[in-house]
């Protein structure tokens, strides 16, 4: 789907976005809808939405990437996710070619063009086309894409009844390296986790940091509940600054409950009275067991219910309107 050169003369990425009910054109008629892709100024039936092979995105993960939720037709915490995109590129030294106003129309077009109320953005900057060198200088003009889709990471059994957990041997990348708050497209050191726990038939993996203490999921941040306090790991252990981990901080604190961050063991993981995970695709959910041994009562907690419950109206009740 993204690996042919389009071989077309592409448009600004800037360029005007033209409103929704105006007519599609170059979709295939194959019978069945095709979802609509923004990329570099122009809406494109999936089919067409093509990048080059020497997109330095695909030959080196060189670029940076969010996932986004929206509900309800709202935009859940559109403007922290902009921010951190926007951060992701600065530190890699990624200039996006257009302004966040204009990354708000060209989103917000991508899921009216797809007639959503609900659903997953992927938002993707490349680094663009250069040649088959590792210098990002032969990159003369960054690619934008929005991607609008369905999505359901776990079955809703698995919110009500918790999901098990491996420790994978997979170490997560020191920030000295490549530093987890840029959500670059070299997510390779979280795909060698999730084939981790793929072998063992479990549903997550922790990962550890180089001194032994769990830094996150392979695509989640974890939290563990003591004594009706909540933990989870600091970003300086190798944690994402997650979106959907400060809402649930927030929730927490709403609802009268203690937080902070900590260093964990996977020896807390295994004592702990409760256990959840939060993340843009998989929200809020619950651990119920971790290397074979279940955590608490082995069945989700009532302080992850009432989080996952608040989490949920919030989602409901907040966001950027889509058709306003």
């Not at 054109?25 to 609509?36: D, E, P, V, Y």
């Not at 030294?93 to 007639?115: F, V």
């Not at 663009?128 to 690619?143: A, D, E, H, I, T």
């Not at 981990?245 to 009275?273: N, Q, W």
Request: net charge neutral; proline share 5%.
């Amino acid at each position: 789907m993204v690996l042919e050169d389009p071989k077309r003369e592409a448009p600004s990425p800037n360029a005007a976005v033209k409103p929704a009910n105006e007519t599609r054109t170059g979709a295939k008629n194959t019978g069945a809808r095709q979802s609509i892709i923004y990329l570099d100024g122009q809406f494109l039936p999936d089919s067409e939405a093509k990048v080059s092979v020497f997109d330095h995105g695909l030959l080196y993960g060189d670029g940076i990437f969010e996932g986004i939720r929206f509900y309800n037709g709202r935009v859940f915490r559109l403007e922290e996710h902009l921010n951190r995109l926007w951060d992701s590129a600065r530190s890699i030294c990624l200039e996006i070619p257009m302004s966040k106003k204009e990354m708000t129309e060209a989103l917000l077009e991508t899921i009216r063009r797809n007639e959503m109320q609900d659903g997953y953005i992927r938002q993707i900057v490349t680094r663009g086309v250069g040649n088959l060198g590792l210098n990002p200088l032969q990159c003369k003009k960054p690619s934008v894409i929005v991607i609008v889709a369905k999505i359901a990471l776990y079955p809703e059994e698995v919110y009500r009844h918790g999901l098990t957990v491996i420790t994978c041997a997979t170490r997560r990348m020191n920030a000295a390296a490549l530093n987890p708050a840029v959500k670059s497209l070299n997510y390779l050191n979280n795909v060698m986790a999730r084939i981790e726990a793929n072998l063992a038939g479990a549903d997550e993996a922790l990962m550890l940091n180089d001194a032994g203490n769990v830094a996150e999921c392979t695509a989640d941040n974890v939290f563990i509940i003591k004594k009706g306090q909540i933990f989870t790991p600091p970003i300086t252990a190798g944690a994402l600054r997650g979106i959907t981990r400060s809402v649930a901080f927030d929730a927490a604190i709403e609802l009268g409950y203690p937080t902070k961050e900590a260093d964990i063991t996977r020896h807390d993981v295994f004592t702990a009275d409760e256990c959840f995970l939060t993340g843009t695709a998989a929200e809020v959910i619950p651990v119920i067991k971790a290397d074979g041994r279940s955590i608490g009562t082995g069945k989700p907690g009532p302080i992850t219910a009432r989080i996952i419950a608040r989490f949920r109206e919030l989602t409901r009740e907040t966001g950027t309107a889509i058709y306003s």
